[in-house]
């Protein structure tokens, strides 16, 4: 079974890779589907931290 994703660091890490492996994929349909997922996932991570959050600031420096 796959590992479970629980802080927001790890969210946005995740996203990313999805979205390194969305430029890496062959077929055009599995790179829309990662993409979709890497962006509903950073989305999920945004309301997770809030935007009142303290670390907000290093969380936006990971999606730069």
Known sequence: ??????S???MVSYAGDLRR?????T???EADK???VATS???TALVKAGLTS???GVLLDLLA
């Open 1 to 6: 079974m796959g590992q479970e994703i629980n």
């Open 8 to 10: 927001v660091t790890q």
């Open 21 to 25: 492996a969305a430029k890496q994929a």
């Open 27 to 29: 077929a055009p349909h």
């Open 34 to 36: 990662l993409q979709q």
């Open 41 to 43: 996932l950073e989305k």
């Open 54 to 56: 303290p670390h907000i």
